[in-house]
């Protein structure tokens, strides 16, 4: 059974800053990895999605990585401003009863201090 | 294109009652998957469908149902509605192309059920 684990599950960092988040996973047969962000009370916005073939993926001030072989990701984000503040999901695509299922992690909190 | 849309937003429902969330996916989607959200255990899977056919089936008991219908509209149903059912019901929809693998899951609102 495949168990996600994102670490931290919560953190604040001052306007401006360099940062990464942490997602590992224990069962390298992936489809893929996805991204998200949720902001309180709201539904899920899709960030960036990497196939279990590549390494990485940018979009903008993001950039995720994949280490399929070590059960790692890693989403890192550039000059963090307060509009980034909100709760980022990682989830693995993998196959379930012969269709595809996302299993998520329990998230990482993201605080950014004007 | 519209996005996931799922009604009702809100509910509250008493315990032992009976619920149905429905959703419709993105324009020419084929596959819409449900999930439960709570503070707890966080986003779990519940069931997948394409082609008004269940496809897959999460660790949840027979109180949790579901369909889809020809349009790819779905509706779940939770009978006999416990205290801990309390969550975000949140349903994702995909293209699902012949041929194409797993792709992008796109994400609706959610409806929050409170059970009393």
């Known amino acids: 059974k495949q168990e996600v684990t994102q670490i931290p599950a919560a953190l604040s960092v001052p306007e401006g800053e360099n940062l990464v988040l942490n997602c590992s996973f224990t069962?390298?047969?992936?489809?893929?990895l996805q991204w998200f962000r949720q902001d309180p009370g709201k539904g899920l916005t899709s960030l960036l999605l990497i196939q279990s073939s590549q390494r990485e993926q940018t979009s903008g001030r993001l950039n995720a990585s994949l280490d399929k072989s070590s059960g790692r990701s890693t989403l890192y984000i550039a000059a963090s401003q307060p509009g980034d503040s909100a709760t980022y999901l990682c989830?693995?695509?993998?196959?379930?009863?012969?269709?595809?299922?996302?299993?998520f992690g329990k998230g990482t909190k993201l605080s950014v201090i004007p | 294109k519209a996005g996931v849309t799922q009604t009702p937003r809100y509910l509250i429902k008493t315990r032992g009652q009976q619920v149905t969330l429905s959703c419709s996916p993105i324009?020419?989607?084929?596959?819409v998957s449900w999930y439960q959200q709570t503070p707890g255990q966080g986003l779990q899977f519940l069931f997948e469908y394409f082609s008004e056919t269940q496809r897959n089936k999460g660790n949840f008991p027979g109180r949790f149902s579901g369909r889809q219908f020809s349009n790819s509209r779905s509706e779940m149903n939770v009978s006999t509605l416990e205290l801990g059912d309390s969550a975000l019901y949140l349903c994702a929809s995909s293209p699902a192309l012949a041929g194409a693998g797993p792709d992008t899951q796109y994400f609706g609102p959610g409806t929050r059920l409170t059970v009393l």
């Open positions: 989830a693995v695509g993998g196959s379930g009863a012969g269709s595809y299922q996302l299993t």
């Open positions: 069962d390298s047969a992936i489809y893929n």
């Open positions: 324009s020419g989607h084929r596959s």
